[in-house]
T-cell receptor
Framework: ETGVTQTPRHLVMGMTNKKSLKCEQHLGHNAMYWYKQSAKKPLELMFVYSLEERVENNSVPSRFSPECPNSSHLFLHLHTLQPEDSALYLC????????????FGNGTRLTVT | GIQVEQSPPDLILQEGANSTLRCNFSDSVNNLQWFHQNPWGQLINLFYIPSGTKQNGRLSATTVATERYSLLYISSSQTTDSGVYFCAVEPIVGANNLFFGTGTRLTVIP
C-alpha cells in the first residue's frame, strides 16, 4: 500500500539534535494521525489533525511538535529527545475521524542515542 | 479508558491450518478495526467492522458489539499471513481516538 508515505524510514539522532519526520497521504483523506509504537506496548495515539486543525493531543511532551500545513502533509518535529523516545512512529490517515478505516504508512524507526 | 484485550498473545500454525483470533473490549464502541502488521512494520487495514460479519478472501471477521467482542478468522493460512494482528476500537465516549490491543503474534510455518 503506497497511499501513505513516511520519510525517513530510519533515523538515529542524539539527544541534542533537531529532526523532523514527514508524512504524505495520496488518498484524499481529511484526517491525519501520529502514533507511537514501543516494544511490548499498544500503539499510542499522539496527535490527530482533522481538516488541518489539531483535534487531539494525547498528553504528549512538548519535545514532540506536530505540524499540518495542508490535508495531505503532516510533520513531527523532534527536539531534545530522550532514549525512551526510541520507537516506531507511524503516520495514518482516514477519510474523516476515527469512524473511517485508518490507513498507515510504513513508519519511521527512531533511535535516540 | 477502554480496555482492549486480544487472545491468544502468540500463535504458531502449520501452513494450511485455520485459526481464530479474539478481541474483547470493556465498553461500548462506535467502530472496530482489524489490522495486520507484517514483519517490516507495515500496518494494513483488514476490516472496518463495527458490527456483523465481513469476508475478504481467506479472512473473515465478526463483531458482536452487544457482547463486546470481535473475532478474526484466518482459513488455509499461508506463510505470508505471519505478523501481528491488532484490533482497535473507537469508544463512544472519546471519539477521534482508536484504542489498540496488544496484538496476536502469528507465525505460520511451512
Amino acid at each position: 500500500e503506497t497511499g501513505v508515505t513516511q520519510t525517513p524510514r530510519h533515523l538515529v539522532m542524539g539527544m541534542t539534535n533537531k529532526k523532523s519526520l514527514k508524512c504524505e497521504q495520496h488518498l484524499g483523506h481529511n484526517a491525519m494521525y501520529w502514533y507511537k509504537q514501543s516494544a511490548k506496548k499498544p500503539l499510542e495515539l499522539m496527535f490527530v489533525y482533522s481538516l488541518e486543525e489539531r483535534v487531539e493531543n494525547n498528553s504528549v511532551p512538548s519535545r514532540f511538535s506536530p505540524e499540518c500545513p495542508n490535508s495531505s502533509h503532516l510533520f513531527l518535529h523532534l527536539h531534545t529527545l530522550q532514549p525512551e523516545d526510541s520507537a516506531l512512529y507511524l503516520c495514518a490517515s482516514s477519510r474523516n475521524s476515527a469512524r473511517s478505516p485508518l490507513h498507515f504508512g510504513n513508519g519511521t524507526r527512531l533511535t535516540v542515542t | 479508558g477502554i480496555q482492549v484485550e486480544q487472545s491468544p498473545p502468540d500463535l504458531i500454525l502449520q501452513e494450511g491450518a485455520n485459526s481464530t483470533l479474539r478481541c474483547n473490549f470493556s465498553d461500548s464502541v462506535n467502530n472496530l478495526q482489524w489490522f495486520h502488521q507484517n514483519p517490516w512494520g507495515q500496518l494494513i487495514n483488514l476490516f472496518y467492522i463495527p458490527s456483523g460479519t465481513k469476508q475478504n478472501g481467506r479472512l473473515s471477521a465478526t463483531t458482536v458489539a452487544t457482547e463486546r467482542y470481535s473475532l478474526l478468522y484466518i482459513s488455509s493460512s499461508q506463510t505470508t499471513d505471519s505478523g501481528v494482528y491488532f484490533c482497535a476500537v473507537e469508544p463512544i465516549v472519546g471519539a477521534n481516538n482508536l484504542f489498540f490491543g496488544t496484538g496476536t503474534r502469528l507465525t505460520v510455518i511451512p
